[in-house]
């Protein structure tokens, strides 16, 4: 409907079109109501063919064929193939008269040429006719009889009557469409009266489209304007798809002279035109399919024989088969592969490849500046029948035969190649044939090849009488010569091109090999290829280093196959390897990269396992001395040197390499394990010998420059390869003791003192093999005790985290393996370690300053062997399990050791320094503390044993982990959580969270109901703040008291308020402090969870108290009250970061999480009372309606977050929260609590700025100050609004762009 009411709209209203069509929008809201139609078209039409001929063609020719302002090219674009589409339905009379019509218009309109173009392929790529029934004679002719007499004689008025039609749309074509519409309607009509009810007769259809259509799209495809004939070559692909449509016959009277037509268009010198018709052709050619493929290769041979032509001829031979590849089957060009051997041949030998390859060529045409015949062998081979094959080889014969010059010869070398290449990808791959065909050809050239073409008979008799001539001082028979050149021998060169064949049959049986195509199980496939392995062993002794190269790959692969003749042939093939070894004094050549590779093979191969069955590798003896009675190794303990060695003589006598050829081959390879090109294959030859087990003195040596590059090397697969190859050689050769020793010596020396952490780790990684491999009568008297110290050793004081990881990973590996005297050692070296720790301490009384400061050294190192001490502690409780119940008593004494001397010297310190807490020299320390790094000098005695105490923490709490029962036994561990208590307020934040750590470890262990239970036990008064007073209660209740619970409470609350809170120490604190509120909650008094019995105490949301102290002092602390106590300071600790923060948001964030835990936690009645829920809102809304944003960005976890990511992040967990107290308690009772805060907030603001103003004048300076920082605060909360609106701006433009682009797609 909507196509009517356009085309109503167009005849009836110009104005109206023309306004219509000048709208961007009309113009793509007609493309999508063009779609249908074709859709339509492609089913059964609901539209009739007059009524499309009559409304719909109009309107989209209008489209088709616009000019000016009105032409829009997707419209076009549509138009036309919506026209080619909706012809597919026409009957022969209107399909006709359209054709005609465009055919005419396109000679006479040369601006609308290339769209009328388009629109006759269109309607000529839908000739739906089938007229191949129709019956013609051989010539295409169709047959004379009365019925098609008749049908001649009524034939006439219709083709008049259209090329009148024709001729009047030519003159009249700007028109109404309405006189053609008319006239083709009369035309139909005119038809339908002579042939009722059906569309013309298929004979004169067919005499019209013979007659008439073809002829005149033959004159387009012939154009002689260059320019023209890109456009009109396509014509020639429509023209084909009609002679397919037409009798056999037909098609082959027409379709050579098409072929024709095309291959000499070809000839244009535009390389526009060249292309299009190439494509063209292309087209042609996959459409008929390969049988047509011959007659085109033959009519382009005849119209490209001359000049530049031959190059347009091999390129678009090239083109055409690159193209119908995929598409054919092999055997299916086997018809015509003589006359393309020839035009490759042309290309590649003849006088065309010779100006390809020519500098003086100077041709601009692409076709003869690219070399495709190579590529063209290669495609032909992969689509040829194997027997054919040989046509291929014939011309390159010839060739071979006529010349050895080497740029000729290399040619002929990359074609035979590329043959080999070619078949090898040959779908139809006979195994039988190929083997034949190969061993046929490699046999024949072979024995040609091995042999010196100048030392033949005929050839020295050739040269004598060349000489004779050239040199006759006869005056006649220089006259003879001159005249008589062919009495000059030809001389044949085959013979010294015969390795080129050899190599091209190795090649075919090399890929096939490695490709599998030879199947190796089964038997008739093994029987014919054993007889390459002689074969290709008799190829080791050509002379050239291709076939030896290829042959050592065909013998590296048949040495895994089970084929008789390999066993008998692995020796002779090994003597010759030495041999060409001999002969070069280089490593660097392929040739000898392959023949390593080959002996790898043979030695790492079955056949050689069976023929060494007998060898049985000897240790290494020391030679004899003439002192009686002692034996070796007396002799080694007296001398305590290194001795000699030697093998005995019968040590190799049944290996396949004899000691003198060893010795030659490991001095061969030797350099090449330091030469990054040729490492891998040294290597593999390397592990092969080792493999085999063979023993001489030389490879001892090599094994030590393994062993050293294993640890120097820069590469981290050159290393992994070494360490590799070296542990072969421990696991599988004899060692002495002293040798084992060095080697184990060698490794821990390299792991502990070398300069590069590569290497370092290097060291750790064949370490952890051994110490995994190794048995324990082997591991452990040679390298438990000097793996044991290197690797304390590595975890006390390597700079390398990785190192120290890997350290600390195989630490308890290793000791797990220790029986009890070794273990006993250890015990010993620890506990001389650790003693270290309470005599470091010590002061210093010495006058002298070089004594003092030697005595400073000493204390420093005996702290370093305190911390390893503690360190190796803390690694091997878990994996020693029962075995270290014995040492518990030592490690509870070290451990209290260790937090004693830490908490003597910081309160000392603190004291000295007058660093108290809650002072502001408490936050230098901690500064000071931030910027150490482990094992690093503090410069301050506060900090002396930070390290100390963080490892002692660490290593109890791993005990607490594993031992959980034993954690919480004497009074000697009630200390130790004691002294964990006091290092919560440490300085250094890593002893805080490894404190806070074990203090979660011990609530994990209890049960909140115990603080009823503890015993209120009147402690020693504490005489210094370093002491700890005596616990005489029962140990498990040690930290459950009231009072023990407020002060790990008091302690956690001033790591909150620290600036150098880590998140992962957060959220322990959050942790903790939730044990501890559950506690606290059981003290409550029943009357009190009621909501009846407790009064409220006055809160520090009341009134404008800031400090710690001052929110301590408005509540006071109880049994009873400890609950609302603790959500009273964690309340003043979130307030105060509001007020002082300036913007900070570490504190609230987890004091938040707090409250959601509590929240949840206490009962609604007795959280609605004031005391426990007005600390918990104040600090909630006030952050709600907070604007003061951070100073800077922070990054966690690897995230960086912009200040203002903080806020609202910050205000999104506050409103979690109200919701979820506005769920606990109610709406109604949270309102008026929210009012009464509200309230408050405003009183204080108020009060606040009264003090602001009274600050004017009281103190004019500070309030200029404050002033500046508020300004200061909103600028750069402005310019971080900006900033933040400026990337989101970017990020919608980005977006939009993209967006756009694939609704473009």
């Known amino acids: ?197 059906k ?54 009277a027409q379709l050579p002279g098409v072929l024709t037509t095309i291959s000499n268009m070809l000839r244009a010198k535009a390389q526009s035109a060249r292309n299009a018709t190439r494509e063209t052709l292309v087209r042609i050619v996959k459409f008929l399919g390969p049988s047509y493929f011959g007659f085109i290769v033959k009519e382009l041979k005849a119209s490209l024989s001359r000049g530049v032509h031959k190059h347009i001829l091999s390129y678009t031979i090239y083109a055409l088969l690159k193209e119908i590849l995929g598409m054919i089957k092999v055997g299916d060009l086997d018809y015509t592969l003589e006359p393309l051997i020839e035009i490759l041949v042309q290309d590649v030998f003849g006088q065309v490849g010779e100006d390809k390859d020519s500098e003086d060529w100077t041709s601009k045409m692409r076709e003869a500046k690219v070399h495709h015949g190579p590529d063209c062998f290669e495609m032909l081979a992969s689509v040829t029948q194997f027997d054919n094959i040989r046509m291929m080889l014939a011309p390159l014969r010839d060739i071979l035969r006529e010349t050895d010059t080497p740029k000729r010869t290399r040619v002929v070398d990359n074609v035979l190649r590329r043959i080999s290449i070619g078949v090898n990808h040959n779908k139809s791959y006979d195994t039988k044939s190929i083997l034949i065909f190969c061993h046929s050809i490699i046999n024949q050239y072979l024995a040609m090849s091995t042999k010196d073409a100048k030392d033949t008979k005929k050839v020295k008799e050739d040269a004598e009488q060349l000489k004779r001539l050239r040199f006759a001082s006869n005056e006649e028979n220089a006259k003879v010569y001159i005249r008589r050149k062919d009495m000059a021998p030809k001389r044949d060169y085959l013979q010294a091109n015969a390795h080129r064949f050899v190599q091209f049959g190795l090649e075919i049986v090399y890929f096939g090999l490695r490709r599998e195509r030879f199947s190796s199980k089964d038997a008739e496939v093994l029987g ?97 001395k003439d002192e009686v009675g002692k034996t070796a190794s007396d002799k080694k303990a007296k001398k305590g040197k290194k001795p000699a060695v030697r093998i005995s003589a019968d040590c190799m006598k049944d290996s396949l390499i004899s000691e003198q050829q060893l010795r030659d081959l490991i001095d061969f390879i030797r350099p090449d394990i330091e030469e990054t ?70 490794i821990v020396q390299n792991a502990t003192g070398y300069v590069y952490e590569s290497g370092r780790v290097s060291a750790l990684e064949i370490m952890g093999v051994i110490i995994n491999r190794f048995a324990d009568e082997i591991l452990l008297p040679n390298a438990a005790e000097p793996f044991f110290l ?24 290793m000791i797990a393996r220790f029986d009890q005297p070794r273990l006993n050692r250890a015990w010993t070296l620890l506990d001389q370690w650790s003693a270290g720790i309470a005599n470091s301490c010590e002061p210093v009384v010495e006058t002298d300053a070089k004594k003092a400061a030697n005595a400073e050294i000493q204390q420093a190192k005996m702290r370093e062997l305190g911390r390893a001490a503690l360190q190796c502690y803390g690694i091997i409780i878990e994996p020693l399990g029962d075995k270290f119940g014995k040492r518990i008593p030592a490690f509870l004494s070290i ?140 140990p498990k209740y040690v930290l459950f008291s009231a009072s023990a619970l407020k002060q790990i409470a008091h302690g956690l609350i001033v790591q909150l308020s620290s600036r150098f809170v880590s998140p992962e120490l957060g959220t322990q604190i959050v942790k903790n402090l939730y ?148 769920t606990r308690i109610g709406v109604t009772e949270f309102s008026a609590i929210l009012v009464k805060v509200q309230s408050h907030v405003s009183q204080v603001q108020s009060q606040r700025r009264e003090r602001r103003k009274q600050l004017a004048v009281i103190d004019p300076e500070l309030h200029a100050k404050k002033k500046i920082r508020k300004h200061e605060s909103s600028r750069r909360r402005r310019q971080e609004q900006m900033s933040e609106h400026a990337r989101r701006r970017t990020r919608i433009v980005v977006r939009r762009a993209y967006g756009d682009k694939s609704s473009e797609k």
């Open 199 to 252: 569309d013309l007769p298929e004979e004169r259809i067919h005499k019209v489209v013979v007659s008439f259509l073809l002829p005149e799209l033959k004159k387009m495809i012939t154009e002689t304007n260059e320019e023209k004939l890109m456009l009109r070559a396509p014509v020639a692909m429509a023209i084909v798809r009609i002679l397919t449509a037409l009798p056999e016959n037909t098609m082959t």
């Open 1075 to 1222: 044990f501890i509120a559950r506690c606290f909650l059981t003290a409550v008094p029943q009357n009190a969870l009621e909501g009846t019995g407790i009064e409220p105490v006055a809160d520090a949301s009341d009134d404008d108290s800031d400090s710690d102290e001052e929110a301590e002092q408005s509540s006071v602390w109880t049994k009873e009250r400890s609950l609302s106590w603790l959500i009273n300071r964690i309340g003043s600790l979130a307030r105060t970061e509001i007020i002082r923060g300036r913007g900070l948001t570490e504190k609230r964030t987890y004091s938040f999480r707090w409250f959601a835990a509590v929240i949840s936690l206490v009962p609604p009645t007795l959280l609605k009372q004031s005391a426990y829920i007005m600390p918990i809102v104040s600090p909630l809304y006030r952050t709600t309606q907070d604007t003061q944003l951070p100073s800077q960005p922070i990054t966690l976890s690897g995230t960086t977050k912009s200040p203002t990511e903080q806020i609202d992040e910050l205000k999104a967990l506050a409103n979690d929260v109200i919701k979820l107290l506005q």
């Open 1 to 197: 409907m909507d196509v009517d009411e356009d085309s109503a709209s167009d005849s009836d209203d110009d104005e109206s079109k023309g306004v219509a069509e000048k709208k961007p929008s009309t113009s793509r809201s007609k493309t999508p109501a063009i779609q249908p139609l074709v859709f339509n078209s492609e089913q059964a039409s609901p539209i009739s063919p007059a009524n499309i001929r009559a409304l719909i063609f109009p309107l989209l020719e209008n489209w088709a064929l616009a000019e000016g302002d009105q032409l829009n090219h997707d419209l076009s674009n549509e138009a036309i193939q919506t026209i080619g589409a909706l012809s597919a339905v026409l009957p022969w009379s209107q399909y006709n008269a359209m054709l005609r019509k465009y055919l005419g218009m396109a000679k006479k309109t040369p601006s609308l040429e290339k769209r009328l173009m388009r629109l006759i392929m269109s309607l000529l790529d839908n000739f739906h006719f089938d007229l191949r029934h129709v019956k013609v004679d051989k010539l295409g002719r169709l047959l004379s009889d009365e019925s098609a007499s008749s049908d001649k004689e009524q034939e006439v008025p219709v083709v008049v009557v259209a090329e009148t039609e024709v001729a009047e749309v030519v003159e009249n074509e700007l028109a109404d469409e309405d006189t053609g519409l008319t006239e083709a309607d009369d035309e139909s009509n005119m038809v339908t009266d002579s042939v009722p009810q």
């Open 895 to 1034: 451990v209290d050791t260790a937090l004693t001397v830490s908490l003597k010297t910081w309160k000392q310190a603190e004291l000295q320094l007058n660093h108290r807490p809650g002072v502001d020299g408490v936050g230098d320390l901690e500064t000071i503390a931030a910027n150490l790094h482990s094992g690093g000098d503090p410069h301050n005695a506060a900090l002396t044993y930070w390290e100390t105490a963080y490892l002692a923490l660490n290593a109890y709490e791993r005990f607490a982990r594993v031992m959980p029962q034993k954690a919480v036994g004497d009074n000697g561990q009630s200390r130790i959580w004691q002294l964990a208590v006091r290092h919560l307020t440490h300085p250094h934040a890593w002893v805080r969270l490894s404190a806070a750590r074990l203090i979660g470890a011990y609530v994990a262990m209890g049960d909140p109901s115990w603080m009823l239970e503890a015993e209120s036990e009147s402690p020693v008064e504490e005489t210094a703040e370093w002491e700890v007073p005596v616990y005489t209660g029962r």
């Open 790 to 813: 290197g690797l304390v050793l590595i975890i006390a004081k390597d700079e390398s985290s990785q190192c120290r990881e890997m350290a600390t990973h195989l630490l308890p590996i």
């Open 528 to 624: 014919m290829l054993d007889p390459f392995v002689d074969l290709a062993g008799n190829g080791l002794f050509s002379r050239y280093n291709s076939i030896i190269s290829l042959c050592c790959k065909i013998w590296a692969i048949m040495v895994r196959l089970p084929l008789p003749s390999v066993s008998a042939g692995i020796p002779v093939v090994i003597k010759r390897l030495f041999a060409i070894f001999r002969q070069t004094s280089s490593t660097n050549s392929d040739m000898i990269q392959n023949c390593f590779k080959l002996l790898a093979s043979l030695l790492r191969s079955k056949h050689a396992e069976s023929l060494m069955a007998g060898y049985e590798p000897e240790e290494l003896e020391t030679p004899e």
């Open 677 to 746: 090109e040729r490492q891998a294959t040294a290597f593999s030859l390397i592990r092969a010998i080792l493999t085999r087990r063979m023993i001489v003195d030389s490879l001892y040596k090599l094994l030590d420059n393994i062993r050293e590059l294993m640890i120097t090397a820069q590469d981290a697969n050159v290393r992994e390869v070494c360490r590799l190859t070296w542990f072969q050689f421990l696991m599988d050769y004899p060692l002495g003791e002293r040798r084992l020793t060095n080697a184990m010596s060698f």
